[in-house]
């Protein structure tokens, strides 16, 4: 089993558009989760980290479940230049330093 | 510039062929961190370093990958004979003593043929 797993989609949105990303994770202990954004063919790059009480940055919303391992993204009134990968990360419980990565869910959002 | 940076940015090799990639961290970072991403995956851990020691290595870091980073600056990762299921993007990122948040340099696409 993959220790982060996403659904790839795409998700294809128009402008203006909620849409949100779940992500579950394996292993219970994890102790750190973010959501990075990666454009095509650039560097991931940090969106937002996810704290245990959720937290909110502008127009993106980001949440943990704990009991159910999973985290969310929530990004509202969508834009065009939201088109991107997201990726799902969580540290390793006993290892701040090394990242386990989803596959991404990919955003279309379309005029 | 002061981001972290790699090179080159591209290499194209044959089968066999050893190649080798720089990463030069965000000067005041002594965390050094190396990552592959295959299309349609997310980056993969191959190994870190505090400064000059290198203090994990996964189990993807066949012995064909050499990592070094002499001085703790600068880092370098090689492939000796190369294979078709190399290529993939190798990232290199770096982060603050303490930090968590790590910052990628724009990678090397490594195309064997």
């Known amino acids: 089993r993959k220790e982060v797993e996403q659904d790839p989609g795409p998700f294809n949105v128009p402008e203006g558009a909620t849409v949100a990303f779940n992500c579950t994770y394996s292993n219970s202990a994890s102790q750190s989760f973010f959501w990075y954004r990666q454009d095509c063919r650039k560097e991931p790059k940090l969106l937002m980290s996810?704290?245990?009480s959720g937290n909110e940055d502008g127009r993106f919303t980001a949440q943990l479940n704990r009991a159910s391992q999973y985290i969310s993204l929530l990004i509202r009134d969508s834009k065009l230049s939201d088109s991107a990968t997201y990726l799902c990360?969580?540290?390793?419980?006993?290892?701040?330093?090394?990242?386990?990565f989803g596959s991404g869910t990919k955003l279309n959002v379309k005029p | 510039d002061t981001g972290v940076s790699q090179d080159p940015r591209h290499k194209i090799t044959k089968r066999g062929q050893n190649v080798t990639f720089r990463c030069d961290p965000i000067s005041e970072h002594n965390r050094l961190y190396w990552y592959r991403q295959t299309l349609g995956q997310g980056p993969e851990f191959l190994t870190y370093?505090?400064?000059?020691?290198?203090?994990?290595k996964s189990r993807l870091l066949s012995d064909r990958f050499s990592a070094e980073r002499p001085k703790g600056s600068f880092s370098t990762l090689e492939i000796q004979r190369t294979e078709q299921g190399d290529s993939a993007m190798y990232l290199c990122?770096?982060?603050?003593?303490?930090?968590?948040?790590?910052?990628f340099g724009p990678g090397t696409r490594l195309t064997v043929l």
């Open positions: 990122a770096s982060s603050q003593a303490g930090g968590i948040e790590k910052f």
């Open positions: 990360v969580v540290n390793t419980p006993n290892n701040f330093n090394k990242f386990y």
């Open positions: 996810v704290y245990s």
């Open positions: 370093f505090q400064n000059e020691a290198q203090l994990e």
